[in-house]
């Protein structure tokens, strides 16, 4: 068997920052997305294990499932354009 090398998120010092921000905020439309980008970010990724969990700790301080998430974030994007007036010129999902 191959031995699994954890890797380093080329995104990771950005996206450690953004999850402490989660883990200290509330469930607000923009915190609900971030967590889902990233979520999907790092599903599967072979390594950011820190970041991994703490995504699943906001996930259940907010009493939700990844369903809810998904679900409720995709009904935030419908209504507009969530990062709208923040400096981002596109949404990264890379």
């Known amino acids: 068997m191959a031995d699994t090398k954890e890797q380093q998120h ?40 820190d970041i991994q969990t703490d995504l699943k700790k ?10 809810d998430l998904f679900a409720k974030t995709r009904a935030i994007h419908q209504q507009g354009d969530v990062y709208k007036g923040l400096g981002r010129g596109r949404e990264d999902w890379s």
């Open 58 to 67: 906001a996930l259940n301080r907010w009493h939700l499932t990844e369903e």
């Open 10 to 49: 080329p995104q990771y010092k950005a996206d450690r920052e953004v999850v402490n921000q989660l883990l200290a905020g509330e469930a607000t439309d923009y915190n609900l997305v971030e967590l889902a980008r990233l979520m999907i970010r790092y599903e599967g990724f072979p390594g950011a294990r």
